[in-house]
């Protein structure tokens, strides 16, 4: 399985080629970061972000793309920048028809290191150690971006998993009608 990790922003947007599959070791195959400059007007960044990724895109041909799930934070402003490139990702991946997962800050964390409280020293730590790099990913986004698809490759089977015995029970299970609001309606007319 390959795939693409894709740590969102606007300023910095961190990207991760990963290969392998669960259980056996991962090879990473290119990492790097899509930069903007902050005074530039917002479409321009967007067409840069989008650019960036379309060449990763070209380039490496992963069969996944992984990407941060936006969440809330206190500055409204950095959660905007994250969301726009997050939804620059997910529209050139989708263009493409390649699927799209996204996965929570402590989802990754904790695939990678063991806790969804982990800092980015020791989630850059596991990504060094478990891709077998000489050193830390820089800047962090980097880092993070390889932590996403790490995380996707390693997630992905049982996620398949669970959704395929959620469609199996649902195939197996007809489809109920409640009983109950017409037999309390039928109810309320009768006297005791």
């Known amino acids: ?9 606007l ?18 195959l290119g990492v790097g970061v899509v930069r903007t400059p902050a005074d530039a007007d917002l479409g321009h960044r967007l067409v840069a972000v989008e650019q ?3 060449q990763w895109l070209d380039e490496h041909r992963p069969e ?18 994250t969301a726009q490139a997050s939804a620059v990702a997910i529209l050139c991946a ?11 800050p402590s989802e990754v964390k904790a695939a990678v290191t063991g806790s ?11 990504v060094t150690r478990l891709l077998r790099l000489d050193a830390p990913p820089r800047p962090a986004d980097a880092a993070d971006a390889l932590a996403l698809a790490i995380c996707h490759i390693w997630r992905a089977p ?4 669970l959704q395929q015995a959620v469609a199996a029970h649902a195939a197996r299970t007809p489809p109920t009608t409640s009983r109950a609001p017409a037999a309390r309606h039928a109810s309320k007319g009768r006297t005791a």
């Open 94 to 104: 989708s263009r493409r028809g390649i699927p799209v997962a996204l996965h929570t």
């Open 158 to 161: 049982a996620q398949n998993r």
């Open 11 to 28: 300023t910095r947007c961190g990207v991760g080629v990963v290969e392998g599959v669960a259980g056996r070791p991962l090879t990473m």
């Open 52 to 54: 960036g990724l379309e």
């Open 64 to 81: 996944f793309v992984a990407v941060e799930r936006v969440f809330s934070q206190h500055n409204v402003r950095t959660v905007m920048g």
């Open 116 to 126: 969804g409280r982990a800092d980015k020293a020791q989630v850059g730590a596991m």
């Open 1 to 9: 399985m390959r795939v693409l990790g894709v740590d969102p922003g």
